[in-house]
């Protein structure tokens, strides 16, 4: 048995239902207030409630066929079947069975919830004083009332991609000046038939690499290159395609920096099925993600149409229920959409017939989609567009990604600076999530866009306020 007991909140269940079988060998402790909330949130067809309905499954399986002295003496939870390897777990858990705090002393007011589950863990420490007894919960405010009263807290972790957000990789690199000189003869150079340079290096250097990340040579005009293939202490190097004002644009846009041209060259890339830009307000996701998708949509006829989404979470306060159809529902939530596509048919030179007509063809080729009606979908040869993902969950992002079907591209935006959803941070958005898990897929990419060309003003806002 181990020495530590953990008590769970019920915003830690709502928010992962595998939260049960991440304590590894330590056991757990749910309060029966616990049960009574999850029974209140069971109904509905939000992300919350499907997440209870599931813990409330999960709890059913682990009683199933126990009596009353098994419940008192604790279940194991190795006994439940169908987990991935990441969720397995040794430890016990247990049930309140009785009002553990009714001779206690050192009570908290009220009929709270928190207040019951802070009083449950008081009563726990009393009772066990040879265990540590833990209370786990996503709400601040109840971890800094149990540390007043001398409960030891702590927040959910198990939810966490990186334990600090400088640890998320760019998607670039920097190689050493003399990269070239270290290769001596070992070096090989071709061009396919497509017109494609490569270089085949090898050394110490190529075991920081990975798959689809950029590496630039040199100083501020060196060569940028990406990583086409890695075996062993080999890589193969692939020269990219330049897209700044002295050379061809996608769409009217150049790149105006580094990062903006390794980004066009994943979203304009064939043989990549899956994008992930991040970057400050300003820095150019939306317009150069429409920009590519414009280029393959009308002039390549390489995907059907741009659909995009995003999820419906209000800065302020809720202006409530929206009019019309589904695309008019969105439209509020699109102004980024229409913001960037005034800039793109801005390029175009000609009068006001000719710019109604362009953007009379581009609203039969751009479809708004609300994420609620995601679920169940297949999207084939389109190129999909997640906004503000950063406000996504890990498993809202596997729901929505999984819908790609055949010559279908994603690309998912978001800025980890501003997240709007209740109990998600940097460390454990979805977005972080899926940039870590794709990281070294050969079809798919990711780049960091480091600096803001919206304006001088928006640029000086971002890095000072």
């Not at 019309?324 to 048919?345: F, H, I, Q, R, S």
Request: glycine share 8%.
């Amino acid at each position: 048995m181990s020495n530590h007991l953990y008590v769970l909140d019920t915003n830690v269940l709502m928010h992962d239902p595998s939260a049960l079988f991440r304590f590894q060998e330590h056991d757990l402790f749910l309060p029966m207030v616990v049960l009574e909330e999850l029974d209140s949130a069971k109904k509905g067809l939000s992300e919350v409630a499907r997440n209870v309905r599931q813990v409330s499954r999960y709890v059913d399986q682990i009683l199933s066929g126990k009596s009353e002295a098994d419940i008192s003496a604790g279940l194991p939870l190795s006994t439940l079947h169908g987990l991935d390897s990441e969720c397995l777990a040794s430890g016990r858990i247990f049930f309140q069975t009785d009002l553990l705090d009714a001779d206690l002393p050192r009570k908290l007011p009220g009929n709270k919830p928190d207040n019951t589950i802070l009083n449950t863990a008081l009563a726990l420490k009393a009772a066990f004083s040879d265990r540590r007894i833990t209370l786990v919960s996503k709400d601040i405010n109840l971890r800094i009332k149990a540390a007043v009263i001398g409960i030891e807290a702590e927040d959910y972790r198990s939810d966490r991609v990186l334990d600090d957000l400088d640890l998320l990789h760019t998607g670039h690199i920097d190689l050493p000046e003399d990269f070239w000189n270290q290769q001596n003869a070992s070096l090989k150079s071709w061009t396919d038939e497509r017109g494609r340079s490569f270089y085949e290096v090898q050394g110490e250097t190529v075991r920081d690499l990975h798959l689809s990340q950029f590496c630039h040579i040199g100083d501020a005009t060196g060569m940028d290159l990406i990583v086409r293939q890695l075996q062993d202490e080999r890589a193969t190097l692939e020269l990219i395609h330049d897209y700044t004002e002295n050379k061809s644009g996608v769409w009217g846009i150049h790149a105006r920096n580094r990062e903006q041209n390794y980004a066009l060259n994943l979203l304009m890339d064939p043989d990549i099925d899956f994008v992930t830009l991040l970057g400050v307000a300003g820095t150019g996701k939306t317009l150069l993600t429409l920009a590519a998708g414009l280029a393959q949509v009308l002039d390549e006829s390489r995907f059907r149409e741009i659909v995009m989404t995003r999820v419906t979470v209000p800065v302020g306060e809720d202006i409530g229920f929206l009019p019309g159809t589904e695309e008019e529902k969105m439209t509020p939530w699109m102004g980024a959409l229409m913001d960037n596509l005034e800039v793109l048919t801005g390029t175009f030179s000609g009068g006001d017939w000719e710019r109604a007509a362009t953007n009379e063809l581009l609203s039969k080729r751009i479809k708004v989609r609300s994420l609620n009606f995601m679920r169940g979908r297949t999207f084939l040869n389109r190129y999909l567009i997640l906004d503000e993902a950063q406000n996504l969950t890990a498993k809202q992002l596997k729901t929505l990604i999984t819908r790609a079907g055949p010559g279908t591209k994603i690309v998912c935006l978001g800025n980890l600076s501003q997240i709007d959803t209740p109990y998600l941070t940097e460390t454990t958005s979805g977005l972080t999530y899926v940039v870590e898990r794709f990281r070294g897929w050969e079809r798919a990419g990711h780049v960091t866009l480091a600096r803001g060309e919206r304006s001088a003003l928006a640029d000086f806002a971002s890095s000072r306020l």
